[in-house]
């Protein structure tokens, strides 16, 4: 990989997780649908990493390992206790213009039609609405939403959905995309499909820089440059392992020699880590 | 905790502010209704119509939970049943069922029959709503599970249906508690009572002893309080699994 | 990966006679059927006053709505404080309850009056009400008041405090400003539990009126349940009850299809 500037930089993160539970109201007393908020406990211990421009760094680890707080962490959606994360050079203090997000879950506006939830971002922006209507377009064909522009997402299927969430996201033109579990919640084919129209629309986007989070081992060997290998709790950083596929990258790469043998390695360096964290559960449940 | 203290010495002082205002006969301060809440204990008159009031509670309140836990179940359970009388006692819950009282006067006169039987009714509709829905509510996938241990029709009911039943019939409880509550004060108040609580409004009122109206009111209110909150304890202690679902029956009658 | 968006249409020309009858001998239909029957049966041989028969009761109300017009009358008088003491108790609960759910510090100094209001038997108060404000429109509005506000203020509440806490962080990673937080995902949010509040509240709002007017029973609804209550005109009693609970359900359908119909994003349940 030629030399890029460092695009976004971990140094030494800290962080201890304590979500308390509320004090009861009354009126939650009353309404006890509203009382449940789980305790956990998460903690990151002296994560650091670079990522240069233009990377796809994909971040895998055991379960609660910390690696979606290390991306929530990277957008200031979090807080954390030590260390820093610098964007372009500066120290991230609260979410910047230069990353865009893409969750989990979605995180659709149900009361949103599709070219209303694409444009979220730019009307935040305070973009013109016409320019901002052109712009959802546009995204929306790039995502292969065409037609569907004035649906709300609980008519859409879950990959149509996390295409309006990816296309809601590029729209503000992002240089950094923070991707957490994006696919985690399709089913396997659709996710598959879902991979390769991610590696189509990053073509056309390049240079967009990555950071993508899953537990999907595939995924991250066919999406990324590098993986990032997380410690079980306190995460650190295990290992960084380069993946050496040309892109564009096609079907045929998931059957390659060297992708089983990375496959291989990367499930070894995971059981390890995982075996620990199932005794702590187990342990923690008996 | 500091807020709410802080809240309730606020409206305190603005009850008193405003009693300054508009004069002791039209708003007593806290101070006169207290004392006079006082003097109506050791006369004996309050805790006697408490008693009086109560007992049309207990026994009206009482049977409809008797009655409508099990009917509630059965029309759960029974799905056509359900479909065929549900909305009777949505339609109860729903419309404002005071304007029976002048009714029930007609057909059961003016004393604690009267009154036991309006409670009764009242409550009634709301313990058979929510126990109807946690019957029917009961996850499919529970069912199932049961029916893949061969479990029988009995067993499906008694081990599946019925402690998913439990908090709702906790919130029907509670629920209903409050509905029997509200339905003692409406029919002390429109049935015409000779004797409890809702004739001592009418009489203090008479007389134009505000003070000794305040201090009803407020009590019966507090009543109705602390009843909810004692049933909520109660589920609680007994039930604690049931946390986080959504079981408060609220909206229910639609 | 295809759209569920369209609906699947009504099959055309299958209202044969079969499905005809089939939808007229519905569980409900049969049920209120029987029950008229055994009303009616019940009635038989008893004294017009104890208990009229169903077709009693149908012309007394027949009567009162095409004959004499009383019960519209009535129903106007009662409307008023319906719509002036529900208005009053939207215009302030709505507010309130979005303000308890964004600020946990107006939650702790108001909850407490909230639930003594929502769980206390508040018809104790419509005599007091009388007392300090005559017995005209106001303790009627008052009572209508105190009835729908704590559950209107619970609804928003509760609406306000469970946007979901994903809505919120999409919202800040797409840097909205805390302003934009509340007007483009707080308030939208919302919404829909303001048209439940309006649906619960109206329910709450009628049983206040109906109390209110029995109570105070100088106009209205009330006087005219006095009236024949006194009169011992038992089937014009039970014709004025089922109007109010015939009108009470309806108003609260209504309300509830204004919910589906204001909320378009929502799954239709």
Same mark, same amino acid.
């Given at each position: 990989?030629?030399?890029?500037?460092?695009?976004?930089?971990?140094?030494?993160?800290?962080?201890?997780?304590?979500?308390?539970?509320?004090?009861?109201?009354?009126?939650?007393?009353?309404?006890?649908?509203?009382?449940?908020?789980?305790?956990?406990?998460?903690?990151?211990?002296?994560?650091?990493?670079?990522?240069?421009?233009?990377?796809?760094?994909?971040?895998?680890?055991?379960?609660?390992?910390?690696?979606?707080?290390?991306?929530?962490?990277?957008?200031?959606?979090?807080?954390?206790?030590?260390?820093?994360?610098?964007?372009?050079?500066?120290?991230?203090?609260?979410?910047?213009?230069?990353?865009?997000?893409?969750?989990?879950?979605?995180?659709?506006?149900?009361?949103?039609?599709?070219?209303?939830?694409?444009?979220?971002?730019?009307?935040?922006?305070?973009?013109?609405?016409?320019?901002?209507?052109?712009?959802?377009?546009?995204?929306?064909?790039?995502?292969?939403?065409?037609?569907?522009?004035?649906?709300?997402?609980?008519?859409?299927?879950?990959?149509?959905?996390?295409?309006?969430?990816?296309?809601?996201?590029?729209?503000?033109?992002?240089?950094?995309?923070?991707?957490?579990?994006?696919?985690?919640?399709?089913?396997?084919?659709?996710?598959?499909?879902?991979?390769?129209?991610?590696?189509?629309?990053?073509?056309?986007?390049?240079?967009?820089?990555?950071?993508?989070?899953?537990?999907?081992?595939?995924?991250?060997?066919?999406?990324?440059?590098?993986?990032?290998?997380?410690?079980?709790?306190?995460?650190?950083?295990?290992?960084?392992?380069?993946?050496?596929?040309?892109?564009?990258?096609?079907?045929?790469?998931?059957?390659?020699?060297?992708?089983?043998?990375?496959?291989?390695?990367?499930?070894?360096?995971?059981?390890?880590?995982?075996?620990?964290?199932?005794?702590?559960?187990?342990?923690?449940?008996? | 905790?500091?807020?709410?203290?802080?809240?309730?010495?606020?409206?305190?002082?603005?009850?008193?502010?405003?009693?300054?205002?508009?004069?002791?006969?039209?708003?007593?301060?806290?101070?006169?209704?207290?004392?006079?809440?006082?003097?109506?204990?050791?006369?004996?008159?309050?805790?006697?119509?408490?008693?009086?009031?109560?007992?049309?509670?207990?026994?009206?309140?009482?049977?409809?939970?008797?009655?409508?836990?099990?009917?509630?179940?059965?029309?759960?359970?029974?799905?056509?049943?359900?479909?065929?009388?549900?909305?009777?006692?949505?339609?109860?819950?729903?419309?404002?069922?005071?304007?029976?009282?002048?009714?029930?006067?007609?057909?059961?006169?003016?004393?604690?029959?009267?009154?036991?039987?309006?409670?009764?009714?009242?409550?009634?509709?709301?313990?058979?709503?929510?126990?109807?829905?946690?019957?029917?509510?009961?996850?499919?996938?529970?069912?199932?599970?049961?029916?893949?241990?061969?479990?029988?029709?009995?067993?499906?009911?008694?081990?599946?249906?019925?402690?998913?039943?439990?908090?709702?019939?906790?919130?029907?409880?509670?629920?209903?508690?409050?509905?029997?509550?509200?339905?003692?004060?409406?029919?002390?108040?429109?049935?015409?009572?000779?004797?409890?609580?809702?004739?001592?409004?009418?009489?203090?009122?008479?007389?134009?002893?505000?003070?000794?109206?305040?201090?009803?009111?407020?009590?019966?209110?507090?009543?109705?309080?602390?009843?909810?909150?004692?049933?909520?304890?109660?589920?609680?202690?007994?039930?604690?699994?049931?946390?986080?679902?959504?079981?408060?029956?609220?909206?229910?009658?639609? | 990966?295809?759209?569920?968006?369209?609906?699947?249409?009504?099959?055309?020309?299958?209202?044969?006679?079969?499905?005809?009858?089939?939808?007229?001998?519905?569980?409900? !239909?049969?049920?209120?059927?029987?029950?008229?029957?055994?009303?009616?049966?019940?009635?038989?041989?008893?004294?017009?006053?104890?208990?009229?028969?169903?077709?009693?009761?149908?012309?007394?109300?027949?009567?009162?709505?095409?004959?004499?017009?009383?019960?519209?009358?009535?129903?106007?008088?009662?409307? !008023?404080?319906?719509?002036?003491?529900?208005?009053?108790?939207?215009?302030?609960?709505?507010?309130?309850?979005?303000?308890?759910?964004?600020?946990?510090?107006?939650?702790?100094?108001?909850?407490?009056?909230?639930?003594?209001?929502?769980?206390?038997?508040?018809?104790?108060?419509?005599?007091?009400?009388?007392?300090?404000?005559?017995?005209?429109?106001?303790?009627?509005?008052?009572? !209508?008041?105190?009835?729908?506000?704590?559950?209107?203020?619970?609804?928003?509440?509760?609406?306000?405090?469970?946007?979901?806490?994903?809505?919120?962080? !999409?919202?800040?990673?797409?840097?909205?400003?805390?302003?934009?937080?509340?007007?483009?995902?707080?308030?939208?949010?919302?919404?829909?539990?303001?048209?439940?509040?309006?649906?619960?509240?109206?329910?709450?709002?009628?049983?206040?009126?109906?109390?209110?007017?029995?109570?105070?029973?100088?106009?209205?609804?009330?006087?005219?349940?006095?009236?024949?209550?006194?009169?011992?005109?038992?089937?014009?009693?039970?014709?004025?009850?089922?109007?109010?609970?015939?009108?009470?359900?309806?108003?609260?359908?209504?309300?509830?299809?204004?919910?589906?119909?204001?909320?378009?994003?929502?799954?239709?349940?």
């Amino acid at each position: 990989m030629p030399e890029r500037p460092i695009k976004l930089a971990v140094e030494g993160l800290h962080k201890t997780y304590r979500t308390k539970r509320p004090r009861d109201t009354f009126l939650r007393r009353l309404l006890p649908d509203l009382n449940s908020e789980t305790t956990e406990v998460v903690a990151i211990e002296d994560l650091t990493f670079d990522i240069r421009a233009g990377e796809f760094v994909s971040i895998v680890g055991p379960s609660g390992c910390g690696k979606t707080t290390a991306l929530r962490i990277m957008d200031a959606l979090v807080p954390h206790d030590g260390g820093r994360v610098l964007i372009n050079g500066t120290e991230v203090t609260e979410p910047r213009p230069e990353c865009g997000f893409v969750f989990q879950d979605f995180g659709l506006y149900p009361w949103r039609t599709v070219t209303a939830n694409v444009a979220f971002g730019l009307e935040l922006r305070g973009v013109a609405p016409s320019e901002r209507r052109e712009r959802a377009r546009q995204y929306i064909n790039l995502v292969g939403l065409k037609g569907f522009e004035s649906h709300y997402p609980h008519q859409l299927s879950g990959g149509m959905q996390q295409r309006v969430g990816i296309a809601r996201t590029l729209a503000i033109e992002p240089e950094i995309l923070l991707m957490d579990e994006p696919f985690g919640s399709l089913d396997a084919l659709t996710r598959r499909i879902m991979q390769f129209e991610l590696l189509r629309i990053l073509e056309s986007q390049r240079p967009t820089t990555v950071v993508f989070v899953t537990h999907d081992l595939e995924e991250a060997l066919l999406l990324s440059d590098r993986i990032l290998v997380m410690t079980r709790r306190p995460g650190r950083c295990k290992e960084i392992i380069d993946i050496p596929f040309d892109r564009p990258r096609t079907d045929a790469v998931v059957d390659s020699p060297e992708f089983l043998e990375l496959r291989r390695h990367l499930w070894e360096s995971l059981r390890e880590e995982q075996v620990g964290v199932t005794d702590e559960t187990e342990a923690r449940a008996s | 905790m500091r807020t709410r203290v802080l809240s309730l010495l606020v409206v305190l002082v603005a009850w008193q502010i405003g009693s300054l205002l508009a004069g002791e006969l039209v708003l007593p301060s806290p101070v006169t209704t207290i004392s006079r809440f006082g003097d109506l204990m050791a006369e004996g008159r309050l805790p006697r119509a408490l008693v009086i009031g109560l007992q049309a509670l207990a026994i009206g309140g009482g049977a409809a939970v008797l009655v409508g836990i099990p009917l509630g179940i059965i029309l759960g359970v029974r799905r056509r049943l359900g479909q065929a009388f549900d909305f009777y006692f949505s339609a109860l819950y729903v419309t404002p069922f005071s304007a029976v009282a002048p009714l029930f006067v007609l057909w059961f006169g003016i004393d604690a029959g009267a009154r036991m039987i309006f409670i009764f009714f009242f409550t009634l509709p709301q313990i058979v709503i929510v126990c109807y829905q946690g019957a029917r509510s009961t996850p499919d996938r529970l069912i199932e599970v049961a029916r893949s241990y061969q479990a029988s029709g009995r067993d499906v009911f008694l081990k599946t249906i019925l402690p998913y039943e439990v908090p709702f019939i906790f919130t029907a409880l509670r629920l209903g508690v409050g509905r029997a509550v509200q339905g003692m004060v409406i029919a002390e108040l429109l049935i015409s009572a000779t004797q409890g609580l809702g004739f001592l409004i009418t009489v203090y009122g008479a007389s134009l002893d505000i003070a000794a109206v305040l201090a009803v009111v407020l009590f019966i209110m507090l009543i109705g309080i602390v009843a909810s909150l004692l049933v909520q304890r109660l589920e609680d202690a007994i039930a604690p699994w049931r946390h986080g679902s959504s079981t408060s029956g609220e909206g229910s009658g639609a | 990966m295809t759209a569920t968006a369209a609906p699947a249409g009504k099959r055309a020309g299958s209202t044969t006679l079969g499905t005809w009858i089939g939808r007229i001998l519905r569980p409900q !239909v049969l049920s209120i059927a029987g029950f008229v029957a055994v009303w009616w049966l019940a009635s038989l041989g008893q004294p017009r006053h104890i208990l009229p028969t169903p077709f009693d009761v149908l012309g007394e109300i027949w009567r009162m709505a095409f004959e004499t017009g009383e019960l519209w009358a009535a129903l106007q008088i009662s409307v !008023v404080s319906l719509l002036v003491g529900g208005g009053l108790a939207l215009l302030v609960g709505v507010p309130l309850g979005v303000l308890m759910g964004a600020s946990r510090s107006v939650e702790r100094a108001l909850d407490l009056y909230v639930i003594a209001l929502y769980v206390a038997p508040v018809s104790a108060l419509t005599p007091l009400f009388i007392f300090w404000l005559g017995i005209d429109l106001a303790p009627r509005v008052a009572t !209508v008041f105190v009835f729908a506000v704590p559950q209107v203020i619970i609804t928003c509440f509760r609406g306000a405090r469970s946007t979901p806490r994903t809505h919120l962080e !999409v919202a800040r990673a797409f840097r909205a400003s805390r302003r934009d937080i509340f007007t483009k995902v707080v308030v939208p949010h919302e919404i829909p539990y303001i048209v439940t509040a309006l649906r619960l509240g109206l329910g709450q709002a009628i049983k206040g009126m109906v109390l209110a007017e029995l109570i105070v029973s100088t106009t209205g609804l009330g006087l005219l349940l006095h009236t024949y209550a006194q009169l011992f005109d038992t089937a014009a009693l039970i014709g004025v009850v089922i109007v109010l609970m015939v009108l009470g359900v309806l108003a609260t359908a209504a309300v509830a299809r204004l919910e589906t119909a204001i909320t378009p994003w929502r799954r239709p349940a």
